[in-house]
């Protein structure tokens, strides 16, 4: 006598975002909060790890210290892909504690690095620590808000995201200034510490399923391929060209490995980055939206600080300070749009908000080494947040709620390996751009140079024959007169006028590409969708706005 199997009745949530579910959310965003500050604080460090490393008085190339922020987001590559399997295999609140677990120990460990080799290393294994995070804690808010508030969730795990860059250069540059370079890893040891214990006792024990197999062919043919076509991306600010063997080689190499893992990933029944996942139509247009977005905005926001640095002439934490009007906009958008995500089709919130960030970005476009900071500068900031508040948790709510809740962690996973990408290429274009622009200026490369060359004169009165060979810095000081005090004022200002233009051109690249991005945002859902988040737990689809 056979028997029907009963399905488990389904979860039912609530409408509001309640107790238990902020609950969940803080963790995540604790966990997140140390992941991305952490990115934008070394950032500031550079130069200080110049000087702090340096052997025989000279200090460290850029391009070397530099590693430390590469090894990183090399690390973050590495580990996204295996994300997915793991949280099925080990569960999400297990691989979450082992995450934050590993990022703090690598947080603590960067703090007692003697050498730069040893800082480059410990940041590394941070990095597989925080590869983790983000696609982890977007797979356990998910399942804990269900289909109905995935939006007003997405959007406090927005919140991280907007602290990070404000904060960073802000909170890096204060540590470095009143304490030591230490200090911007050993901040993360309380919180870790606070995270996991908090961790332990908030987030829902979920049930592994192990049966899946791993897929140790893909992994070794994509993470190594995304690790490579990374670093390759990475290296082109610093060779200034598309074409140097540093970029070209490993950046092909890369992408011919992701290539034939996109070709072998539709094989086996586990792959290691389920791209079968693309067959749904709102997930496809919504990464690739992401990546548009990523590619072009990030790209654009790296330059406003080093804009307010090298033309205006203000310190890391003033600059981090005047980039707080974007995030202030954001965090306007930001819990509109994502109730606005649970009521309204995504497909009619994104749009604006591109439009938003449009319109700033085209206002940046307009800036001199003058250019009012309250009356033009400051709102146009304050207009592209707003744009952002509106565009981006839209974005992963729309790529996310419609996926069954056993495909959130693939899916999350598929987005944030998008996310990465598209970001990494952004700026490496952005930066070659501004570096490209700044090198076709004769006033501002000659000064650049003439600047190295006389630290080297002793005698100034051989400072004239110097100049010879920087006739546009010749023609400046010349017209300036006898007086070398306000010729070098005068100086300053023509090269920082130089430099503006430099940066009026790269926002303007920058603009064009978020233009773009309105492409796909006009496929994103525009009427009510249907969500296919409970299918796998035995409920009927749920219609949803």
């Given at each position: 006598?056979?028997?029907?199997?009963?399905?488990?009745?389904?979860?039912?949530?609530?409408?509001?975002?309640?107790?238990?579910?902020?609950?969940?959310?803080?963790?995540?965003?604790?966990?997140?909060?140390?992941?991305?500050?952490?990115?934008?604080?070394?950032?500031?460090?550079?130069?200080?790890?110049?000087?702090?490393?340096?052997?025989?008085?000279?200090?460290?190339?850029?391009?070397?210290?530099?590693?430390?922020?590469?090894?990183?987001?090399?690390?973050?590559?590495?580990?996204?892909?295996?994300?997915?399997?793991?949280?099925?295999?080990?569960?999400?609140?297990?691989?979450?504690?082992?995450?934050?677990?590993?990022?703090?120990?690598?947080?603590?460990?960067?703090?007692?690095?003697?050498?730069?080799?040893?800082?480059?290393?410990?940041?590394?294994?941070?990095?597989?620590?925080?590869?983790?995070?983000?696609?982890?804690?977007?797979?356990?808010?998910?399942?804990?808000?269900?289909?109905?508030?995935?939006?007003?969730?997405?959007?406090?795990?927005?919140?991280?995201?907007?602290?990070?860059?404000?904060?960073?250069?802000?909170?890096?540059?204060?540590?470095?200034?009143?304490?030591?370079?230490?200090?911007?890893?050993?901040?993360?040891?309380?919180?870790?510490?606070?995270?996991?214990?908090?961790?332990?006792?908030?987030?829902?024990?979920?049930?592994?399923?192990?049966?899946?197999?791993?897929?140790?062919?893909?992994?070794?043919?994509?993470?190594?391929?995304?690790?490579?076509?990374?670093?390759?991306?990475?290296?082109?600010?610093?060779?200034?060209?598309?074409?140097?063997?540093?970029?070209?080689?490993?950046?092909t190499v890369g992408l011919i490995m992701s290539i034939a893992f996109v070709l072998y990933s539709f094989r086996p029944a586990h792959p290691l980055l389920d791209l079968r996942l693309f067959q749904n139509r709102d997930l496809t247009v919504a990464t690739v939206t992401m990546f548009l977005f990523a590619l072009a905005f990030f790209g654009g926001l790296l330059i406003v600080p080093t804009y307010f640095q090298q033309v205006r002439g203000e310190t890391t934490t003033s600059a981090g300070l005047l980039m707080a009007a974007q995030g202030i906009g954001a965090m306007c958008t930001m819990p509109i749009a994502g109730a606005l995500a649970d009521k309204l089709p995504v497909g009619r919130i994104v749009p604006f908000g591109l439009i938003g960030i449009i319109t700033g970005m085209f206002a940046l476009t307009r800036i001199d080494a003058h250019t009012s900071y309250w009356g033009y500068i400051l709102p146009a900031l304050f207009l592209m947040g707003l744009g952002m508040g509106a565009t981006m948790m839209p974005i992963m709510t729309s790529a996310l709620r419609t996926l069954t809740s056993h495909e959130v962690a693939r899916g999350s996973t598929l987005l944030n390996i998008t996310q990465q990408i598209g970001s990494s290429i952004g700026v490496a274009i952005i930066s070659v751009v501004l570096t490209s622009g700044l090198k076709n200026n004769d006033l501002v490369a000659q000064s650049m140079a003439f600047g190295e060359a006389a630290k080297s004169v002793t005698d100034p009165t051989q400072l004239g024959g110097l100049l010879q060979q920087f006739p546009e810095v010749a023609k400046v000081l010349a017209a300036a007169g006898p007086d070398p005090v306000a010729g070098q004022a005068i100086l300053l200002n023509a090269v920082r006028e130089g430099m503006a233009g430099a940066f009026q051109t790269t926002f303007l690249v920058a603009a064009c590409l978020v233009l773009f991005t309105l492409i796909p945002a006009f496929f994103l859902p525009r009427k009510h969708e249907q969500s296919h988040y409970l299918d796998d737990q035995g409920a009927p689809p749920v219609i949803i706005h």
């Open positions: 006598m056979s028997s029907t199997p009963t399905l488990a009745p389904a979860p039912t949530y609530p409408d509001k975002l309640d107790a238990a579910v902020l609950k969940v959310a803080g963790v995540v965003v604790l966990g997140a909060i140390m992941s991305i500050l952490d990115i934008t604080v070394v950032n500031v460090a550079l130069p200080k790890f110049q000087t702090e490393f340096a052997g025989g008085g000279e200090p460290l190339p850029y391009s070397t210290v530099a590693w430390t922020v590469t090894a990183y987001t090399l690390s973050l590559a590495t580990v996204i892909p295996l994300t997915g399997w793991a949280a099925d295999r080990f569960g999400t609140k297990r691989l979450y504690m082992m995450a934050l677990a590993l990022f703090t120990a690598g947080s603590t460990l960067c703090a007692t690095a003697g050498s730069i080799e040893q800082l480059i290393g410990y940041r590394a294994l941070q990095g597989l620590g925080g590869g983790m995070l983000m696609p982890l804690g977007m797979t356990i808010m998910t399942r804990a808000a269900g289909p109905q508030r995935m939006g007003r969730l997405m959007a406090v795990l927005g919140i991280p995201m907007l602290l990070g860059p404000i904060g960073g250069p802000i909170l890096g540059g204060w540590l470095i200034d009143h304490h030591s370079w230490h200090w911007i890893f050993l901040i993360n040891l309380p919180i870790g510490l606070i995270a996991l214990g908090y961790a332990w006792f908030a987030l829902p024990s979920d049930t592994p399923h192990p049966s899946e197999t791993f897929d140790w062919f893909g992994m070794l043919m994509l993470s190594p391929g995304l690790a490579a076509f990374l670093y390759g991306v990475s290296s082109i600010p610093g060779e200034g060209t598309f074409f140097a063997p540093k970029v070209g080689i490993p950046a």
